[in-house]
Nanobody, 115 residues
Framework: QVQLVESGGGLVQPGGSLRLSCAAS????????VAWYRQGPGKEREFVAL???????NYADSVKGRFTISSDNTKNTVYLQMNTLKPEDTAVYYC?????????WGQGTQVTVSS
């Protein structure tokens, strides 16, 4: 059974940084694409960043140059380094693993950017 667990969220001031983690059990991350999504208050869930099994990355325009997605296959964990955070980055952040015939979501971690 695939289980994804996000962590690392919290309250941070504008301009600050956070690193989110998405740890997997029951599956090897390195064989799949893993993405981060977020859902802000009153908004639909939106794509943030993606890393493929080959290491290719892709980002939403709103986070390019500020966020970095990476993976540590030895820890079966994907990270999202978030720098220069803005109030509009406030959201619940989710990781999603996508395979050929299935997808799996984590439970989410709250990020609040506020002074």
């Amino acid at each position: 059974q695939v289980q994804l667990v996000e962590s690392g969220g919290g309250l941070v001031q504008p301009g600050g940084s956070l690193r989110l983690s998405c740890a997997a059990s029951g599956i090897l991350f390195k064989l799949y694409s893993v993405a981060w999504y977020r859902q802000g208050p009153g908004k639909e869930r939106e794509f943030v960043a993606l890393i493929t099994s080959s290491g290719t990355t892709n980002y939403a325009d709103s986070v390019k140059g500020r966020f970095t997605i990476s993976s540590d296959n030895t820890k079966n964990t994907v990270y999202l380094q978030m720098n220069t955070l803005k109030p509009e980055d406030t959201a619940v952040y989710y990781c999603k693993l996508t395979g050929a015939t299935f997808s799996s979501w984590g439970q989410g971690t709250q990020v609040t950017v506020s002074s």
